[in-house]
């Protein structure tokens, strides 16, 4: 296997949308256990920015690629002590949600476990925009509500709960300069919502979450794309090329829906 030549978006200081740099890479065989994917589309999100400006809990060093969703297409990968799965070959359009950034680049390495295999037919571009936002609705309100932004937007995801409904909030957005503070105050209140009869409120830290159980994770994502795939919960995007990477439009909140970089052209 020879060595696969790729660029993907560094930082390498912290700083605003201008530190973004496209940089060449190369990516060597894949180790046992791993695949290389040439990405087809990966999401962006707040988090994404927050870790760009160096205010990300869970990332607080230089240098890296942002990114924790992804969609892609396998080229090649090498089994470990267990089998691969009947569906895994060269080809085959995946999805993941990564358990440390990395997806703005053009081809990836993952393990094998943390490949999710598409529903034929479903867009990569809506695939990429699956794994960390979504709600479940039932009579009565919102079963579930999966929260990625703090502030008043916990008091409303926590308002429109069904009776036994969860609120799981795993990120929180900032004011600049102030975005430990205001998600440690997320966090916070979390906790306090929680001794609320009636109602749960949970905090998640997606990537802890990801690592600690395998087969929980790929169950949920299938779960996700098939959803996605039958128009239940697809979600409404916004695509850009990888070296655009949107990030001022998303601080500015001047984007509609979920934003998606593609590695088209």
């Known amino acids: 296997m020879n060595e696969i030549a790729s660029r993907k978006i560094l930082v390498e200081h912290f700083g605003g949308p201008d530190v973004l740099r496209t940089v060449r890479a190369t990516l060597p065989a894949p ?22 400006s160096g205010d990300y809990l869970l990332q607080r060093r230089t240098p890296f690629t942002p990114g924790y969703e992804l969609a892609g297409q396998v080229v090649d990968f090498t089994t470990a002590d267990t089998p691969a799965p009947s569906w895994l070959r060269p080809g085959a359009r995946v999805a993941a949600a990564l358990t440390r950034m990395g997806g703005y680049a053009e081809y990836v390495t993952l ?19 699956v794994p960390l936002d979504q709600n479940d609705r039932e009579p009565g309100g919102v079963q579930a509500v999966f929260d990625h932004i703090g502030g008043p937007a916990l008091r409303k995801g926590y308002r429109v709960l069904a009776p036994g409904g969860v609120l799981v909030s795993y990120a929180a957005s900032g004011r600049p300069g102030r975005i ?58 916004t695509t850009a090329p990888l070296t655009e990477a949107v990030h001022t439009d998303l601080e500015r909140r001047a984007l509609t829906g979920k934003a998606v970089l593609t590695t088209d052209g």
Do not use: C, F, S
Request: cysteine-free; charged content about 20%.
């Open 31 to 52: 180790a046992p256990g791993y695949a290389r994917v040439k990405v087809l589309a990966a999401g962006v999100g707040l988090t994404d920015a927050m870790a760009r």
């Open 111 to 129: 393990p094998l476990w943390q490949l999710v295999p598409l529903p034929d037919g479903l867009d990569p571009h809506i695939a990429a925009a």
């Open 180 to 237: 430990v503070g205001d998600t440690l105050r997320a966090a916070a209140r979390v906790t306090l919502l929680n001794l609320r009869p009636g109602r749960r409120t949970a905090l998640a830290l997606v990537p802890r979450e990801i690592r600690a159980d395998h087969a929980r994770y790929r169950a949920a994502l299938t779960e996700l794309l098939a959803l996605a795939h039958a128009g239940t919960t697809a979600p409404q995007i």
